[in-house]
């Protein structure tokens, strides 16, 4: 079942709705009469899974229409607010991938709207169909995986349950309580004794107390100048020498600007040598990072040029939208096209670049693959 009471149905139509904002919903308090009443109705109805399937699908076949969009986001402005009013008070909900994997959650925000809304019954992704895929590639044989910001497992949970046969563990760090909580739940119920769950914040320096700013998945971490508030921060080089890893295979990062300063904690692994140091998948944001002077000249991909890393822009939809079929594409960071307000996409840096040889290398185009956007930049190629 794609969700406990939904309709089974399959709709062969995938949108991207913009990039991973933190979608909080909108609650009767903040609208006026009329609206609030709207909202009450929807919450009311979501309480019902058979009433809210039924719902669901009636959104899924409005986005898959022929209604005139005039360039805006169907998901955003107008099915995404219905979905978050109507699952407002839905509790506790269980979705299941192809793999048989299945993730238990509440929904709260864009990416368990969007993996809500995903076309297919058992979609093959949570979040990011390509990075996804890119991340699998590369876990393949690893023995030691950091995922730096878990959240509920939505990468974890695959790569654990791709390197338990040969004994890899999945290293995570995340530092909101619910979050972890639900990461954990997913290990258990998939049976993953091989997810190790570290409530720290990876940073460039060891015990420093850092401030949670935002909520979900999209929290970030700054200093504190009180030591007695605050979460404790962690390097990898200390994480690793405390728990007798010689190597990372792989590295995945996503906290939201503090990117730079964890792959700074973790400089010993990035020094050594190719056949030893670990590949990389991280977001870049341009609210975190200065990208007027271009991609490869800023901080962080510089220091990653120093190190020996190769770094390319991954094209993705930050979205639950199925990539079957379709060829990975990377964009070569001196062409990658930056215009628009300020966004985030994935990176991926090797020092062997034959890792990435199965995957299409092209220029001039947008990393963020959206639907409702310039097909010429926005859309894949393949």
Request: charged residues 25%; proline residues 4%; glycine residues 8%.
């Amino acid at each position: 079942m794609l969700v406990k009471g939904q309709v089974t149905t399959h709709l062969d139509c995938d949108r991207n709705f913009g990039r991973k904002v933190e979608t909080k919903g909108t609650t009767p308090e903040m609208c006026d009469p009329s609206e609030a009443k709207v909202l009450r109705a929807l919450r009311e109805l979501g309480r019902n899974p058979d009433v809210r399937a039924q719902i669901v699908l009636a959104l899924k076949a409005f986005e898959c229409s022929d209604w005139p969009s005039n360039g805006r986001d169907i998901r955003e402005e107008i099915t995404g607010p219905i979905l978050d009013a109507l699952y407002a008070d839905a509790g506790e909900l269980t979705k299941e991938l192809q793999s048989g994997l299945k993730f238990t959650f509440r929904h709260r925000g864009k990416i368990l709207r969007d993996f809500i809304l995903s076309s297919s019954e058992k979609p093959d992704h949570v979040w990011e169909p390509q990075t996804t895929r890119i991340l699998l590639d590369l876990a393949c044989g690893a023995k030691n995986v950091v995922i730096g910001g878990a959240y509920i497992g939505d990468h974890a949970i695959l790569i654990a349950n791709a390197i338990k046969s040969h004994g890899g563990i999945c290293h995570c760090f995340e530092l909101d309580d619910d979050n972890i909580r639900y990461l954990g739940i997913n290990a258990s119920h998939n049976g993953l004794s091989n997810i190790v769950i570290n409530k720290l914040a990876l940073w460039h320096e060891d015990q420093v107390k850092l401030h949670v700013v935002g909520d979900d998945a999209y929290a970030s971490t700054v200093p504190l100048s009180d030591p007695r508030d605050g979460v404790s921060s962690i390097t990898l080089d200390r994480y690793g020498r405390d728990n007798g890893i010689e190597r990372f295979d792989l590295i995945m990062l996503d906290i939201e600007g503090s990117e730079h300063n964890a792959l700074l904690g973790a400089e010993s692994y990035l020094r050594m040598e190719p056949d030893q140091a670990p590949h990389l998948v991280f977001e870049i944001h341009g609210s975190y990072v200065d990208f007027s002077a271009g991609l490869p000249n800023t901080r962080i991909m510089s220091d990653l040029k120093q190190w020996g890393y190769h770094a390319f822009a991954i094209r993705d939809y930050q979205s639950n939208v199925s990539m079957a079929g379709r060829m990975i594409e990377l964009v070569d960071l001196e062409s990658v096209y930056l215009e628009g307000p300020p966004h985030g996409f994935n990176v991926v840096a090797v020092k062997r670049t034959a890792a990435l040889n199965r995957y299409r290398l092209t220029t001039g185009v947008s990393p963020k693959l959206l639907a409702h956007k310039d097909p010429a930049l926005h859309s894949p190629l393949s």
